[in-house]
DNA sequence: GCCCAGGTGGGTA
DNA sequence: TACCCACATGGG
């Protein structure tokens, strides 16, 4: 199997037919998006969105989750799950990254090369390749392409990758695949697509008829 | 009750 | 290097 970039067009441009163009939402800033992506390890959208307002409203600024008492940001964001990992962690990142810059801002992220920036955030404690490409991709509208599981599970699926590489060759290796202004709609439509066929393959819904675009097989190549 | 959800880091062989 | 596992909660 050779995955090739004309191939990695190709689903990209069927997804788009099926799928449309996702939705741009507003960015959020980028500490935002970087607590809302630590809160979403492991858990759902809904409870991710539980834990993240609950935060947004018991405290108005960053500032203020970073000097609370530990305890209480794990109370706040228990819906999400992993609380006493994730609590601290985040109030880790937001200290470090006072200490380190100054300021709760990464906007200057922006002024770096992707791969400096990608390291700059890998470095704490909680933040991998996943979250820092979401932080970079959708916060600052960088070349980074995040692969969560269902990327990882689609894109072997689709032969887009070899099928024994670890989630963490597939990252590079997926961003040299897609175009970089396919970054955010590839990532959103192959999420979709391994939702509905996800929810297809539940024995309730017994009849998959998989996907029309590349049928969901590891032949997907030759279709 | 059981399974899973848009990960990460530490441990083990 | 390559797996394996703990971590926690809510909804279907």
Not at 71 to 98: F, T, Y
Not at 100 to 112: A, I, N, T, V
Not at 127 to 149: E, H, Q, R, Y
Not at 215 to 222: F, I, V
């Amino acid at each position: 199997m050779n995955p090739s970039v004309e191939f990695a067009a190709m689903v990209a441009e069927r997804l788009l037919t099926r799928y449309g163009e996702p939705e741009w939402r507003n960015p959020l800033p980028a500490i935002d998006e970087l607590v809302s992506t630590i809160l979403s390890q492991n858990t759902n959208d809904q409870n991710r969105d539980k834990a993240f307002f609950a935060l947004v409203d018991k405290y108005d600024t960053w500032e203020a989750v970073r000097v609370a008492p530990e305890a209480d940001v794990i109370e706040c964001i228990r819906p999400a799950g992993l609380g006493n990992q994730k609590g601290p962690r985040i109030q880790k990142v937001l200290n470090d990254i006072v200490a380190e810059r100054g300021k709760l801002d990464l906007g200057f992220l922006k002024e770096m090369g992707v791969e400096e920036a990608r390291n700059w955030l890998t470095h704490f404690n909680g933040v991998g390749p996943k979250t820092a490409a979401i932080v970079l991709c959708f916060s600052l509208g960088m070349p980074a392409f995040p692969v969560d599981t269902h990327i990882y599970r689609v894109s072997g699926r689709l032969g887009l990758r070899p099928e024994k590489i670890s989630v963490e060759d597939a990252h590079p290796l997926l961003e040299a695949l897609f175009a970089k202004d396919q970054y955010f709609q590839a990532h959103l439509n192959i999420i979709r697509l391994g939702r509905e066929v996800c929810q297809a393959r539940k024995p309730r819904c017994p009849d998959c008829a998989l996907v029309d675009m590349c049928k969901y097989s590891k032949n997907a190549q030759k279709l």
